[in-house]
């Protein structure tokens, strides 16, 4: 590169380049993918830099210029995201075009496939009625659904530019509100055994993240950080909603609700309540009521053996029985008056 002259004024058809880029020999003269031009001429804007190990590079106060035929799209946001039923741009700015009349479409691209949004000055598909076109190529999306969220991709053809083609994808997510999630809480846990409470919604977009809640508290994701819940032996899962006790404690019993929230909003489920019971208790009242069972069946027998020992020679004749003594030592008579079933031992004790 020669020492440059001082750097004459810009041409009309040509705009500033951006000062801050390096640029290699081989850049001289060529146009970069989207066919700006670097150096207009033969290196007068551009010098070799001792410092740059040999990189092209414009030197503090040089301005490189290329030229404008070219149509060039940039977006102010290339990740919108909305909520639900409400209003998204998905912008498409052109930054540099020559062509009077460009023609303008919009593409929605799903799993590769790309379908007509926009296509002949004419919304179509699913958008028909809910998006307009907003000068000069941004889709306006009047009311989103969640099944808009995709890749869009905004598409200039501007027949009297040398670079004649420019597009740009804009990837767009519409964000729906948690619906209120299908919560189970066992009703009553044994002591010292495990226990799963789940909470599940499929709604919400982004995917829910969720809380558990004991009586109105939040549980923290680690029982270890809390004095309240130090000895708690779960395990919170805020991703898939379960909440795991390895082994439950008395402490442990209360109402529990829980909560799905993403970027949208939130829901909630009823709190429910988690008894948890002692199994020697249980154990105790069952032995006691085997207890209370058998002396009742002895009394019975008792008070039978002593009945049937007064009664037996009047009223034994045979006739009674229906059924045949089915050798389980209980007989089932049918009494004269009534007509219904009473057992008696047909043993003396
Ligand atoms: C948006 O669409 C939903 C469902 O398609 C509809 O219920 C709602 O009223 C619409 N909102 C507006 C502002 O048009
Ligand atoms: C946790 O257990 C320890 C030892 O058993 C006990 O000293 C402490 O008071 C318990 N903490 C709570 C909050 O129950």
Known sequence: CPLPPPPPPPPPSLLPFNPHRSLKPADRNKRDKTSRVFCTTSGVFCRKSASSGGAWQLEAGNTCYFTALAVVLK?????????????????????????????IEWKKIINNKPSYVYFDKKIS????????????????????????????????????????????????????????????????????????????????????????FKNNEE??????????????????????????????????AGD????????????????QNMEVYDIDIVGIVLGVLVVII???CITVGICCAYKQGYCSSPKQTGNNYKVPAKGDGVDYVRTEDEGDFRHKSSFVI
């Open 219 to 252: 549980i923290p994701n680690d029982p270890k950080t809390s004095p309240k819940f130090f000895n708690s032996s779960y395990t919170l899962n805020t991703g898939t909603g379960t909440l795991t006790f390895t082994a439950v404690r008395k402490e442990d």
């Open 75 to 103: 977006t102010s946001d290339e990740f919108p995201s909305t909520d639900e039923f409400s209003k998204v741009e998905l912008s498409c700015l052109i930054e540099s075009i020559s062509t009077i009349n460009p023609r």
């Open 256 to 271: 529990y609700h829980c909560r799905a929230k993403n970027d949208a909003g939130q829901a909630q489920c009823a709190p």
């Open 125 to 212: 598909g699913d958008l028909e009625n809910r998006a307009v076109i907003r000068e000069p190529a941004t889709l306006v999306i009047t009311n989103a659904t969640r099944s808009d969220t995709a890749k869009y991709r905004c598409e200039v053809t501007a027949a009297d530019d040398t670079k004649s083609f420019d597009e740009i994808v804009i990837d767009l997510v519409v964000r729906v509100k948690p619906v209120v999630p299908k919560c189970s809480v066992p009703k009553s846990v044994p002591f010292g055994k495990t226990a799963e409470l789940s909470c599940v919604e499929e709604e919400g977009f982004p995917k829910s993240q969720y809380q558990w």
């Open 294 to 296: 058998v002396l009742l």
